[in-house]
T-cell receptor, first 117, second 112 residues
Framework: GAVVSQHPSRVICKSGTSVKIECRSLDFQATTMFWYRQFPKQSLMLMATSNEGSKATYEQGVEKDKFLINHASLTLSTLTVTSAHPEDSSFYIC?????????????FGDGTRLSIL | GDSVTQMEGPVTLSEEAFLTINCTYTATGYPSLFWYVQYPGEGLQLLLKATKADDKGSNKGFEATYRKETTSFHLEKGSVQVSDSAVYFCALSDRNDYKLSFGAGTTVTVRA
Protein backbone atom coordinates (compact mmCIF):
# COMPACT_ATOMS: atom_id res chain seq x y z
CA GLY A 1 0.00 0.00 0.00
CA ALA A 2 0.88 3.65 -0.26
CA VAL A 3 3.55 4.66 2.22
CA VAL A 4 4.57 8.12 3.33
CA SER A 5 7.82 8.44 5.23
CA GLN A 6 8.36 11.42 7.48
CA HIS A 7 11.77 12.20 8.94
CA PRO A 8 12.89 12.81 11.60
CA SER A 9 10.32 11.36 13.96
CA ARG A 10 11.53 13.46 16.83
CA VAL A 11 13.64 16.59 17.15
CA ILE A 12 14.83 18.39 20.25
CA CYS A 13 16.80 21.57 19.68
CA LYS A 14 17.66 24.94 21.09
CA SER A 15 15.68 28.10 20.51
CA GLY A 16 16.79 29.93 17.38
CA THR A 17 17.65 26.78 15.45
CA SER A 18 16.08 26.08 12.07
CA VAL A 19 14.65 22.60 11.69
CA LYS A 20 13.91 20.76 8.45
CA ILE A 21 11.32 17.99 8.24
CA GLU A 22 11.13 15.73 5.20
CA CYS A 23 8.07 14.04 3.80
CA ARG A 24 8.55 11.37 1.15
CA SER A 25 6.08 9.26 -0.78
CA LEU A 26 7.86 5.92 -1.09
CA ASP A 27 5.85 4.02 -3.66
CA PHE A 28 3.79 6.62 -5.46
CA GLN A 29 4.09 10.06 -6.96
CA ALA A 30 2.52 12.98 -5.19
CA THR A 31 1.88 16.29 -6.91
CA THR A 32 0.22 17.54 -3.76
CA MET A 33 1.38 17.21 -0.18
CA PHE A 34 -0.16 18.70 2.91
CA TRP A 35 1.42 19.88 6.14
CA TYR A 36 -0.50 19.80 9.42
CA ARG A 37 0.21 20.89 12.93
CA GLN A 38 -1.33 19.16 15.91
CA PHE A 39 -1.31 20.52 19.44
CA PRO A 40 -1.71 18.13 22.39
CA LYS A 41 -5.18 16.64 22.59
CA GLN A 42 -6.35 18.68 19.62
CA SER A 43 -7.22 18.07 16.03
CA LEU A 44 -5.02 18.52 13.00
CA MET A 45 -4.71 22.04 11.68
CA LEU A 46 -3.84 22.37 8.02
CA MET A 47 -0.89 24.70 7.65
CA ALA A 48 -0.26 24.59 3.93
CA THR A 49 -0.75 22.72 0.70
CA SER A 50 2.44 21.95 -1.17
CA ASN A 51 2.39 21.56 -4.93
CA GLU A 52 5.32 20.13 -6.85
CA GLY A 53 7.13 22.79 -8.81
CA SER A 54 5.15 25.73 -7.50
CA LYS A 55 4.77 27.82 -4.38
CA ALA A 56 2.93 26.39 -1.43
CA THR A 57 -0.50 27.68 -0.51
CA TYR A 58 -0.65 28.67 3.13
CA GLU A 59 -3.74 28.69 5.30
CA GLN A 60 -4.81 31.90 6.95
CA GLY A 61 -2.72 32.79 9.96
CA VAL A 62 0.27 30.64 9.02
CA GLU A 63 3.49 32.61 8.58
CA LYS A 64 5.10 31.86 5.24
CA ASP A 65 8.50 33.11 6.31
CA LYS A 66 8.39 31.05 9.46
CA PHE A 67 7.34 27.78 7.87
CA LEU A 68 9.18 27.37 4.59
CA ILE A 69 7.87 24.66 2.30
CA ASN A 70 9.69 23.23 -0.68
CA HIS A 71 8.22 20.57 -2.97
CA ALA A 72 11.07 19.95 -5.35
CA SER A 73 10.05 16.57 -6.74
CA LEU A 74 7.04 14.31 -7.08
CA THR A 75 8.12 12.33 -4.01
CA LEU A 76 9.56 14.89 -1.63
CA SER A 77 8.31 17.91 0.26
CA THR A 78 10.17 19.62 3.09
CA LEU A 79 9.00 21.90 5.86
CA THR A 80 11.60 24.13 7.48
CA VAL A 81 10.73 25.80 10.74
CA THR A 82 13.01 28.83 10.74
CA SER A 83 14.45 30.26 13.93
CA ALA A 84 12.29 27.98 16.01
CA HIS A 85 11.06 29.08 19.42
CA PRO A 86 9.35 27.14 22.22
CA GLU A 87 5.91 28.12 20.93
CA ASP A 88 6.71 26.23 17.72
CA SER A 89 6.92 23.00 19.68
CA SER A 90 4.26 20.71 18.31
CA PHE A 91 3.51 17.53 16.39
CA TYR A 92 3.85 18.10 12.65
CA ILE A 93 2.23 15.65 10.25
CA CYS A 94 2.52 15.51 6.48
CA UNK A 95 0.33 13.75 4.00
CA UNK A 96 0.47 13.13 0.28
CA UNK A 97 -2.07 12.86 -2.50
CA UNK A 98 -1.39 10.05 -4.97
CA UNK A 99 -1.06 11.41 -8.50
CA UNK A 100 -2.78 8.27 -9.75
CA UNK A 101 -5.78 8.91 -7.54
CA UNK A 102 -7.12 6.08 -5.46
CA UNK A 103 -9.57 5.60 -2.67
CA UNK A 104 -7.84 7.75 -0.11
CA UNK A 105 -7.63 11.51 -0.52
CA UNK A 106 -4.37 11.60 1.43
CA UNK A 107 -1.81 9.19 2.85
CA PHE A 108 -0.29 10.26 6.15
CA GLY A 109 3.20 10.14 7.55
CA ASP A 110 3.84 9.16 11.15
CA GLY A 111 4.53 12.70 12.26
CA THR A 112 7.46 14.62 13.73
CA ARG A 113 7.53 15.62 17.36
CA LEU A 114 9.34 18.98 17.54
CA SER A 115 10.49 20.21 20.94
CA ILE A 116 12.22 23.57 21.22
CA LEU A 117 14.07 24.23 24.44
CA GLY B 1 -17.15 26.33 4.54
CA ASP B 2 -16.97 22.65 5.26
CA SER B 3 -16.82 21.55 8.87
CA VAL B 4 -17.05 18.47 11.04
CA THR B 5 -18.40 18.22 14.56
CA GLN B 6 -17.76 15.10 16.56
CA MET B 7 -18.57 13.95 20.03
CA GLU B 8 -16.12 15.21 22.59
CA GLY B 9 -14.35 12.77 24.78
CA PRO B 10 -12.69 11.33 26.49
CA VAL B 11 -14.61 8.10 26.35
CA THR B 12 -13.70 5.27 28.70
CA LEU B 13 -15.16 1.83 28.19
CA SER B 14 -14.73 -1.68 29.44
CA GLU B 15 -13.63 -4.41 27.08
CA GLU B 16 -16.48 -5.86 24.99
CA ALA B 17 -18.62 -2.75 25.50
CA PHE B 18 -20.46 -1.03 22.63
CA LEU B 19 -18.85 2.11 21.24
CA THR B 20 -20.54 4.98 19.43
CA ILE B 21 -18.85 8.21 18.44
CA ASN B 22 -21.17 10.76 16.90
CA CYS B 23 -20.11 12.82 13.91
CA THR B 24 -22.06 15.40 11.93
CA TYR B 25 -20.90 17.53 9.07
CA THR B 26 -21.62 20.67 7.12
CA ALA B 27 -20.68 20.81 3.47
CA THR B 28 -21.79 22.67 0.39
CA GLY B 29 -21.31 19.82 -2.03
CA TYR B 30 -21.25 16.05 -1.80
CA PRO B 31 -18.21 15.20 0.24
CA SER B 32 -16.60 11.88 0.99
CA LEU B 33 -16.56 10.98 4.67
CA PHE B 34 -13.84 9.26 6.66
CA TRP B 35 -12.89 7.98 10.05
CA TYR B 36 -9.21 8.06 10.91
CA VAL B 37 -7.51 6.52 13.94
CA GLN B 38 -4.39 7.84 15.65
CA TYR B 39 -2.46 5.66 18.05
CA PRO B 40 -0.16 7.36 20.59
CA GLY B 41 2.81 9.07 18.98
CA GLU B 42 1.81 8.08 15.47
CA GLY B 43 0.26 9.63 12.40
CA LEU B 44 -3.21 8.97 11.10
CA GLN B 45 -4.46 5.72 9.64
CA LEU B 46 -7.59 5.47 7.57
CA LEU B 47 -10.12 3.31 9.41
CA LEU B 48 -13.04 3.44 7.00
CA LYS B 49 -14.72 5.64 4.44
CA ALA B 50 -17.92 6.27 2.53
CA THR B 51 -18.20 8.22 -0.68
CA LYS B 52 -21.94 8.69 -1.16
CA ALA B 53 -25.21 8.72 0.70
CA ASP B 54 -26.26 5.43 2.31
CA ASP B 55 -22.82 3.92 1.83
CA LYS B 56 -21.60 1.94 4.81
CA GLY B 57 -17.90 1.85 5.54
CA SER B 58 -16.55 -0.98 7.67
CA ASN B 59 -13.20 -2.22 8.90
CA LYS B 60 -11.89 -4.12 11.93
CA GLY B 61 -15.39 -4.41 13.36
CA PHE B 62 -16.06 -0.67 13.06
CA GLU B 63 -18.92 0.64 10.93
CA ALA B 64 -20.27 4.01 9.88
CA THR B 65 -23.09 4.89 7.49
CA TYR B 66 -23.21 8.05 5.39
CA ARG B 67 -26.56 9.64 6.27
CA LYS B 68 -27.28 12.59 4.04
CA GLU B 69 -30.67 13.35 5.61
CA THR B 70 -29.11 13.84 9.03
CA THR B 71 -25.66 14.88 7.72
CA SER B 72 -24.11 12.29 9.99
CA PHE B 73 -21.44 9.60 9.91
CA HIS B 74 -21.49 8.02 13.35
CA LEU B 75 -18.84 5.43 14.18
CA GLU B 76 -19.88 2.22 15.94
CA LYS B 77 -18.27 -0.97 17.17
CA GLY B 78 -20.17 -3.70 18.90
CA SER B 79 -17.44 -5.07 21.13
CA VAL B 80 -14.31 -3.03 21.78
CA GLN B 81 -10.91 -4.34 22.75
CA VAL B 82 -8.06 -2.77 24.69
CA SER B 83 -6.20 -2.41 21.40
CA ASP B 84 -8.92 -0.04 20.17
CA SER B 85 -7.70 2.61 22.59
CA ALA B 86 -6.77 5.56 20.39
CA VAL B 87 -7.94 8.94 19.16
CA TYR B 88 -10.59 8.81 16.45
CA PHE B 89 -11.10 11.60 13.94
CA CYS B 90 -14.08 12.10 11.70
CA ALA B 91 -13.23 13.91 8.47
CA LEU B 92 -14.68 14.99 5.18
CA SER B 93 -13.04 15.61 1.87
CA ASP B 94 -14.00 18.00 -0.84
CA ARG B 95 -13.72 15.98 -4.03
CA ASN B 96 -12.36 18.94 -5.93
CA ASP B 97 -9.16 19.62 -4.01
CA TYR B 98 -8.97 16.58 -1.73
CA LYS B 99 -8.45 18.74 1.31
CA LEU B 100 -9.55 17.13 4.54
CA SER B 101 -11.54 18.86 7.24
CA PHE B 102 -11.18 17.13 10.59
CA GLY B 103 -13.31 16.97 13.66
CA ALA B 104 -11.75 17.68 17.03
CA GLY B 105 -11.00 14.03 17.72
CA THR B 106 -12.35 11.70 20.38
CA THR B 107 -10.03 9.90 22.76
CA VAL B 108 -11.19 6.38 23.50
CA THR B 109 -9.73 4.32 26.32
CA VAL B 110 -10.73 0.69 26.69
CA ARG B 111 -9.99 -0.97 30.02
CA ALA B 112 -9.50 -4.68 30.46
Amino acid sequence: GAVVSQHPSRVICKSGTSVKIECRSLDFQATTMFWYRQFPKQSLMLMATSNEGSKATYEQGVEKDKFLINHASLTLSTLTVTSAHPEDSSFYICSARDLAGGAQPQHFGDGTRLSIL
Amino acid sequence: GDSVTQMEGPVTLSEEAFLTINCTYTATGYPSLFWYVQYPGEGLQLLLKATKADDKGSNKGFEATYRKETTSFHLEKGSVQVSDSAVYFCALSDRNDYKLSFGAGTTVTVRA
